[in-house]
């Protein structure tokens, strides 16, 4: 078995409820009909210091399971966060670690605002000179550079040594080197081509 069938196992195992959800999600009365699809979306985390952070949870995959809420949050840079954010995401979300795909120049510029009780993991998917690629090379590097192949495989790995509590992995502004990690940890989970396309192009 390979590698990566068997981190989309374990993946599926520690991050999927099964198809009837949580057990509050089963006995809770029907919610208001939102205003924002969460089976493709997840749902939008409401914080001060940032604009494109999402709660996974919640999105579905091709046969019919639901990621569990509170485990998966993909996010822009942490570096305005408010003590009021880092309370929120720790106490309503349970969040316990930080994945930083950023470059390390970016993480020195404008370091991630130190939160209690979370684990910070740099986990660069990019060199600090990217920027000066062309937006091809920029993605195909990505999934074909050292330094992503690298970043990416810590990022999973940690996911499977979190049993309990949520990881939030962000870059600058939520939406590439962050949507290419959501691409991975879906399609490694089972969701649908579609679905993830168009959870990647709603960061935007």
């Known amino acids: 078995m390979s590698r990566w069938l068997k981190v989309s196992l374990l993946l599926v195992l ?16 029907p919610a208001p009909k939102p205003t924002v699809n969460r089976a493709l979306y997840g749902q939008h985390v409401t914080l001060t210091g940032t ?3 999402q709660d996974l949870g919640g999105i579905r995959t091709k046969t019919g399971q639901t990621l569990r809420a ?34 390390t120049a970016e993480i ?26 062309t937006t091809q090379q920029f993605y195909q590097g990505l999934v074909t550079d050292r330094v ?6 810590a990022f999973f790995d ?6 309990t509590g949520a990881t939030v992995f962000h870059c600058t502004y ?12 879906l399609s490694a989970l089972g969701v649908s081509r579609k679905t993830i396309l ?3 192009l709603y960061s935007n």
């Open 14 to 29: 520690s991050l999927l409820l099964g198809f009837g959800g949580c057990a509050a999600e089963q006995t809770a009365p």
């Open 51 to 53: 604009s494109n952070t």
């Open 70 to 103: 509170h485990r998966l949050i993909r996010s822009d840079q942490l570096s305005d966060l408010t003590q009021a954010d880092g309370r929120r995401l720790t106490q309503k979300y349970q969040v316990r670690a930080i994945a930083d795909l950023r470059s």
């Open 108 to 133: 020195k510029d404008n370091p991630d605002v130190h939160v209690p009780h979370v684990t910070y993991h740099q986990d660069s998917v990019v060199t600090d000179n990217y920027n000066v690629r």
């Open 148 to 153: 992503a192949l690298r970043g990416y495989s």
């Open 158 to 163: 940690q996911l499977l040594q979190r049993k």
């Open 174 to 185: 939520g939406k590439d080197r962050t949507g290419v990690g959501a691409v991975l940890v």
């Open 198 to 200: 168009q959870n990647y």
